[in-house]
């Protein structure tokens, strides 16, 4: 299970950094995007990986905290995509009007001549 969420992050990751090198804003963008999910994977995964095991502990038995999930990284993972979707969403309305402005979508505002 964790090599497969650690191939999870680690194909985010490369395909992120991989559209941030690109010359258009949209894959900037959407570059950003991607890393901002491996990050939120990376952060998930950070409270423990457990499968099988029951959501709620059983009437009248009394739990250790190994029964228990730890609830920081859920939380600061909830957290980041809120402030992910916000971002990007401000992102998209810099696009909109730096495209309205220059007449391309270029990172640096001018064409490549071909």
Do not use: C, K
């Amino acid at each position: 299970m964790e090599g497969i969420v650690a191939l999870a992050i680690g194909v985010l990751t490369g395909s992120g950094v991989w559209l941030l090198l690109r010359p258009r804003t949209f894959q900037v963008i959407l570059g950003l995007s991607l890393i901002s999910y491996a990050v939120n994977l990376f952060i998930f995964t950070t409270g423990g990986l457990r499968t099988g095991a029951a959501p709620i502990l059983e009437p009248g038995t009394a739990g250790s905290l190994a029964d228990y999930a730890d609830p920081t990284p859920q939380a600061l993972v909830l957290t980041a995509i809120v402030i992910s979707f916000a971002t990007t969403a401000l992102f998209l309305v810099v696009l909109l009007a730096a495209r309205g402005l220059t007449g391309t979508d270029h990172v640096d505002g001018r064409e490549r001549n071909q």
